[in-house]
T-cell receptor, first 115, second 114 residues
Framework: NAGVTQTPKFRILKIGQSMTLQCAQDMNHNYMYWYRQDPGMGLKLIYYSVGAGITDKGEVPNGYNVSRSTTEDFPLRLELAAPSQTSVYFC??????????????FGPGTRLLVL | GENVEQHPSTLSVQEGDSAVIKCTYSDSASNYFPWYKQELGKRPQLIID?????GEKKDQRIAVTLNKTAKHFSLHITETQPEDSAVYFCAAPQGGSTLGRLYFGRGTQLTVWP
C-alpha cells in the first residue's frame, strides 16, 4: 500500500512553460485535493475532487487545471508557468462519508521553481 | 469561506516543558478540527483531531481542547521532546458541509531545546 504518491519530486520551469504534476492514491479514497504551500503561509487549496469526473475550485485555482478520470489519479496542470507559482505542491486524499469528515493523507510533495 | 487564525507563529520551549498552540475560526457551523505536524522537508501528517460533539481529546502527550462558544481550539503538548520540533498546522472545514474542504492556519514553528 503506497498511499499517496506524487511525481516529480522537483522541477524547474521557465516562464510560460507548461507541466503536469502527477498524483495517485491506492487507498480507494473518494476525495482528492491539491494544495500549495508557500513559506509562512500554510496550505492553500487549489482544486479538489469528490469523485471521478467531479472537480471544483478551491481558494487559489487561477493558473491551474485538474481532471479526475479515475478514482486513483488526480493530475494538476499548469498551462503558462509564472514565478508566482513557485511553491511546494501537495496532493492529498481522504475517504469522506456523508456527514463525517475523515483524515486527509498527504503525498510527499512536488517542489516547483519557475524562473 | 472559513477564516482560521493560528498563534503563535513561533514557539520555543525547553525539553520537558509544555507547549500550547491556539487557533480561532470564524464559521460557527464548523464541526471538525484536525491538527497536522510537518517536519522539515516532509509531508503534513495528522496527529490528532476533534469533532464538535466533544470538548477535549487526548492521545498520550498530545491533547486538543475545543471551545465552540468562543470558536477556538488548542493543541497541548506535554513533556516536550526534541523530536516534537516541527511546524504544526490547525485546520477547520467550511461550515457544516460534508465536503472535505479544509482551511489551514499559517502554522506554528515549534522548537524544543534539549
Amino acid at each position: 500500500n503506497a498511499g499517496v504518491t506524487q511525481t516529480p519530486k522537483f522541477r524547474i520551469l521557465k516562464i510560460g512553460q507548461s507541466m503536469t504534476l502527477q498524483c495517485a492514491q491506492d487507498m480507494n479514497h473518494n476525495y482528492m485535493y491539491w494544495y500549495r504551500q508557500d513559506p509562512g503561509m500554510g496550505l492553500k487549496l487549489i482544486y479538489y475532487s469528490v469523485g471521478a469526473g467531479i472537480t471544483d475550485k478551491g481558494e487559489v485555482p487561477n493558473g491551474y487545471n485538474v481532471s479526475r478520470s479515475t478514482t486513483e489519479d488526480f493530475p494538476l496542470r499548469l498551462e503558462l508557468a509564472a514565478p508566482s507559482q513557485t511553491s511546494v505542491y501537495f496532493c492529498a486524499s481522504s475517504y469522506t462519508r456523508q456527514g463525517a469528515r475523515e483524515t486527509q493523507y498527504f503525498g510527499p510533495g512536488t517542489r516547483l521553481l519557475v524562473l | 469561506g472559513e477564516n482560521v487564525e493560528q498563534h503563535p507563529s513561533t514557539l520555543s520551549v525547553q525539553e520537558g516543558d509544555s507547549a500550547v498552540i491556539k487557533c480561532t475560526y470564524s464559521d460557527s457551523a464548523s464541526n471538525y478540527f484536525p491538527w497536522y505536524k510537518q517536519e522539515l522537508g516532509k509531508r503534513p501528517q495528522l496527529i490528532i483531531d476533534i469533532r464538535s460533539n466533544v470538548g477535549e481529546k487526548k492521545d498520550q502527550r498530545i491533547a486538543v481542547t475545543l471551545n465552540k462558544t468562543a470558536k477556538h481550539f488548542s493543541l497541548h503538548i506535554t513533556e516536550t521532546q526534541p523530536e516534537d520540533s516541527a511546524v504544526y498546522f490547525c485546520a477547520a472545514p467550511q461550515g457544516g458541509s460534508t465536503l472535505g474542504r479544509l482551511y489551514f492556519g499559517r502554522g506554528t514553528q515549534l522548537t524544543v531545546w534539549p
